[in-house]
């Protein structure tokens, strides 16, 4: 099974590259976390709803065939590493490709709300865009190391 992070962003400095990469490399094939970076729209215009629609459009038209769709926003349900494991094994267990879904500095399209299985809320507080990837895969390994009785839970 395949995981897709697809987050809107592209141009990322080093350290984010570098921090996702140590985490995704440590998950095995059968659990595979694949970004996918969609370029943001210039802010310049400031037509913050065609800006996000557009953005959502573009997030859709990435999503691989039959994928569960989870949203990462603040309104959605927040889990702790336990509650991500279980989703995780549901995930596992269903066969489809699951697609998170991350947007941009305007929030996520209700075009991309509109079709969510799921809703995750990593925390109350607004994280920087780049820092949520490297916490998405950390989060997705440390619950793989739960369900696979890995040290690296404790």
């Known amino acids: 099974m395949q995981i897709h992070l697809i987050a809107v962003g592209n141009k990322m400095p080093d350290w ?11 998950l095995p094939r059968e659990c595979e976390l694949v970004l996918r970076e969609i370029a943001p729209d210039k802010r310049k215009s400031g ?4 800006i996000a629609r557009d953005e959502g459009e573009r997030m859709l038209a990435a999503l691989p065939p039959r994928a569960h769709v989870v949203t990462l926003d603040i309104p959605g349900k927040p889990w702790a590493t336990s509650d991500l494991a279980q989703a995780l094994q549901r995930w596992l267990g269903n066969g489809q490709p699951v697609a998170l879904m991350v947007g941009g500095p305007e929030g996520l399209s209700e075009q991309v709300k509109s079709v969510a299985k799921e809703s995750w809320s990593l925390s109350p507080l607004t994280f920087p865009h780049p820092l949520v990837r490297i916490v998405v895969a950390e989060q997705i390994y440390r619950a793989w190391s739960l369900l696979n009785h890995h040290p690296y839970h404790r």
Do not use: L
């Open 47 to 50: 037509d913050i709803a065609r």
């Open 16 to 26: 984010v590259q570098q921090g996702y990469n140590e985490y995704a490399k440590r």
